[in-house]
T-cell receptor, first 113, second 113 residues
């Protein structure tokens, strides 16, 4: 089972920031938070990941709370092409763990003109 | 373009039949993963290979099997097909055995009639 909780859907106006929340209250110390997205029926696409510090790349920013029990993915200027299902995943390969990425139901983000 | 190639894009077959899905990973990636996505189950991890060896197994049915060849391409074999096997099948690849950033192909849409 997925270890994360996300809202099933969100809307965002084009050009505005999209803030996608994720709860992972049972996250353990060596688990990372990963974000992927899936644009309609395409293969999922990696966005960003982090452990405890905030991270930023060319696609998005990831803000992780100090207690690591929740995080927020921020798309700073959402476009129509950002309409997709966004998956928040916790994962570790610590100690050679054989765990694999478990995708939950994600958040369906709709960016509207 | 993720660099992962899956063929065929669409496959229509009848119950009881056997099909083979093919995946070529990104150049340099040693690990291949197979996922199944159906409307009611979401994205389910099936199996992972690393450099020709099975690495991890998920919810893969006994009617399904996979292998990774010396040139690192992989095939997923589905036999005794049932209506419920209709789904999108994704292949992903990564550099290392422990998956962190996965690159997904565009999938094979299997329809069992």
């Amino acid at each position: 089972d997925a270890k994360t909780t996300q809202p099933p859907s969100m809307d965002c106006a084009e050009g505005r920031a999209a803030n996608l929340p994720c709860n992972h209250s049972t996250i353990s110390g060596n688990e990372y938070v990963y974000w992927y997205r899936q644009i309609h029926s395409q293969g999922p696409q990696y966005i960003i990941h982090g452990l405890k510090n905030n991270e930023t790349n060319e696609m998005a920013s990831l803000i992780i709370t100090e207690d690591r029990k929740s995080s927020t993915l921020i798309l700073p200027h959402a476009t129509l092409r950002d309409t997709a299902v966004y998956y928040c995943i916790v994962y570790t390969n610590y100690g050679g763990s054989q765990g694999n990425l478990i995708f939950g139901k994600g958040t369906k983000l709709s960016v509207k003109p | 373009d993720s660099g992962v190639t899956q063929t065929p894009k669409h496959l229509i077959t009848a119950t009881g039949q056997r099909v083979t899905l093919r995946c070529s990973p990104r150049s340099g990636d040693l690990s291949v993963y197979w996922y199944q996505q159906s409307l009611d189950q979401g994205l389910q991890f099936l199996i992972q290979y690393y450099n020709g060896e099975e690495r991890a197994k998920g919810n893969i049915l006994e009617r399904f099997s996979a292998q990774q060849f010396p040139d690192l391409h992989s095939e997923l074999n589905l036999s005794s097909l049932e209506l419920g096997d209709s789904a999108l099948y994704f292949c992903a690849s990564s550099v290392e055995a422990t998956n962190e950033k996965l690159f997904f192909g565009s999938g094979t849409q299997l329809s069992v009639l």
